[in-house]
């Protein structure tokens, strides 16, 4: 068993200060404010405790790229990318690819959470099934209907969560109300969708939007599209990259305005370069190189982000506290915290994920007091950062 003693801990329902956790086989088993003038704790976290991250959609990181590599080892490398910024459980995403490709992506998760490698809990699926018009980086030849093949990979038994991007005018809805019936979580993306089509999606089941604003048919007066279904309609979340290059800051409150902090939540959609120096990554017949804060083709055009969960989690707290009016920040900060660990918890039915509260995973992170990831934890290990862990009497008046 590890005690901890925390300075500050949001535990995805309060902000609580001077709070005593402690941890036993990779659960919380002990979190309460201190009472004690005196007590000692295994580590003292200086600074504030909260949830680990939980991104839904992470095509790569730590200079891996999941299209390129489907192994354990790869997947390890990419948690390990993104526990530097506090992810401690992600969907590894695959972009759009061959059925084969598919495949061994499902193998690869497979085994990785056979062995238990920290934080992997399922796959995102982004594609096959997508608008051409709407396919952004995603290869066209590889856009398609729905095969049996697919259908079988989607709903494999030993891949933990599946979260699936499809477009819901290239999907059959008794598809979807089949998917949605064997678990699989259905979100609508890369997509030109009417308002109606949109709607009859999230009547047969479909529950998130996907990267809302980016690849998706747009909001005018008499054509609302999907941008409106997942503005309007409460039985949906949405995915927002809050990197402040794929969607304007002005969009993403309106996004936090309309949606709310119940179910709108923070993804990266990183590519390999995440948590690693790499610059440049060959991409179909182009480059996709850095260049500032941002990922683009030899065209100019996105592809993908370099974000990781701290920096959305930070862009988006920096954004609310200066635009939106309300009586306290620390509200702010429990709703943004929340948007990147409790909302894709729920979204995923991650039961004991997303807050830390008695018998939950010890899944979480130590950030500072500009909203930088100092250490986190996954199942009670600590993954990334340097604490002190010998033992120390604190006192407290
Ligand atoms: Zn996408």
Redesign the pocket.
Known sequence: MKTYFAKQLFDGQKMHTNMHMSVNNGKISHIETSQKSQFTADAQLNGLVCAGFIDTQVNGGGGVLFNYEQSPTALSKMMQGHAKFGTTAMLPTLITDSPDKMFKAANAVADAIAESIPGIVGIHY?GPHLSQAKK?IHPSSHVRTVSDSDLATFTRPDIGKVLVTLAPENVPNDVIKDLVKQGVVVSL??SGATIDQALAAIDAGATCS??LF??MSGLTAREPGLISAALSDARIFSGLIADLHHVHPQNCMLAYQCIGAERLMLVT?AMAHVGSDLQTLPWLDSTITKVGGKLILDDGSLAGSCLDMTSAVRNMLHLLQVRVSVSSSTSILANVLNMASRVPAKLLGLSRYGELALGNRADFVLLDNNIHTQACWINGKQVSGVVAEESQQREQN
Do not use: K, P
């Open positions: 982004e952004g993306g890369h996907t990267h980016n690849a959609d």
